[in-house]
Structure formats: C-alpha cells, structure tokens
T-cell receptor, first 117, second 110 residues
C-alpha cells in the first residue's frame, strides 16, 4: 500500500513569503505528526494531530507556523513571513495511534526541503 | 526534559564487520524506542520498535536492545554490508511525539 507522501519535494521561496507544505498520511492512520530537520541533526517535533484536532503543538517555534487537518486525513503546514532560519527539511509521519499499550510505530514521508533565500 | 544522545557520531568499518551503535536517553519514562535509517536526501525508514516492556527486537541482521532503567539502547548490525551505509537515528516516545538523537553516520567500506 501507499506510504506517507509529501508535496512539494522541494520549495524555494523568498524571505517574507508565505508557503504551504502538504502531507498525505497512510490511509487509516488517525495520528499525524510534523517534524523539522536541520542539516546534521535529528528531526525536531513540531505538532501532533489526533484526528482533526491538534493534540500537541508545543514544538511550533512561533506564531508564524500553523498546521491544519480539517478532515482528519491530509494535513497542511503553513508558514507565514518566511525567514532564512526556516530553511530545513520538513518531515511528516503518521501512525495508527492505538494507545500506549500497543506499539505506536511512526512511518515517515520523504520530506519537503524548504529553502528561504 | 528528555534528551537523546547517540555515540559515535560517525563510524567507518570494513565490510563483514559486526558493529554496535549506542543510544542513551535521560528520562526512563518512555513508551517505546524506535530505530530509523536515513539515506542522504531521503526520509526515515523505520527499522525496529521496542516497547518499554520489551528487552530486545530482531529483524534479519539487526538486533536492538533496550535497558530502560539505565536509559540505554543499542543497535547491533551483524555482517555489515556496503548497502548498510546510512545515518542511523534512535528516537524515544514518551508522549506520542518522538525525541531524536543526532544520529550515527555509518560507512561500510567494500
């Protein structure tokens, strides 16, 4: 079956512009996660959705970052007034999220490489 | 605050060698620990997941162990091959979100 997909694979934008990054999770996965990975580092958590609601958005760096998942499937990460420091690979993951008594294995997409000039 | 450390940061070995990658974490209150592989410019591929109640998991030439009380996990790779060259990341799940180490960059020389 299809894995997690993300579009676009690459995005180049200018400082101050608005960008949207899209994530299509594995069908049937109720949990969806966004992470950000800088060069040479492990991914850092941004936000986690359980269904349509954001269950934990503690990783969003500031109010320029926002994410939605209106129908509990596809999610969009939105970044306003982009800054050069936002340049990174943005990774999306999904899981079945059956509760902590069962494995919550997260499956990752290929990522979107964002470059802010 | 949970912190995850991976040692070594980089490792170069000849083909056929058995090797061990180390991961340590500061807070033992975890639900599970996951090992990933990342090829250059690619996303993460899940290798093994160990639940907090388990001590180890095996998949092919890979074996991962977990000692929750001491905050340690190891990934053992048997009979390494050039195709194993990649960055290996460990991540702990303490509240659904994963906290990652910075990874170990592995090069297996033919």
């Amino acid at each position: 079956g299809a894995g997690v997909s993300q579009t676009p694979s690459n995005k180049v934008t200018e400082k101050g512009k608005y960008v949207e990054l899209r994530c299509d999770p594995i069908s049937g996965h109720t949990a969806l996660y966004w992470y950000r990975q800088s060069l040479g580092q492990g991914p850092e958590f941004l936000i986690y959705f359980q269904g349509t609601g954001a269950a934990d958005d503690s990783g969003l760096p500031n109010d320029r970052f926002f994410a939605v998942r209106p129908e509990g499937s596809v999610s969009t990460l939105k970044i306003q007034r982009t800054e050069r420091g936002d340049s990174a690979v943005y990774l999306c993951a999904s899981s079945l999220s059956q509760g902590h008594n069962l494995p919550n294995e997260q499956f990752f997409g290929p990522g979107t490489r964002l470059t802010v000039l | 605050k949970q912190e995850v450390t991976q040692i070594p940061a980089a490792l170069s070995v000849p083909e056929g060698e058995n090797l061990v990658l180390n991961c340590s974490f500061t807070d033992s209150a975890i639900y599970n620990l996951q090992w990933f592989r990342q090829d250059p410019g690619k996303g993460l591929t899940s290798l093994l997941l160990i639940q907090s109640s388990q001590r180890e998991q095996t998949s092919g030439r890979l074996n991962a162990s977990l000692d929750k009380s001491s905050g340690r996990s190891t990934l053992y790779i048997a009979a390494s091959q050039p195709g194993d060259s990649a960055t290996y990341l460990c991540a702990v799940d303490s509240s659904y979100k994963l906290i990652f180490g910075s990874g170990t960059r592995l090069l297996v020389r033919p």
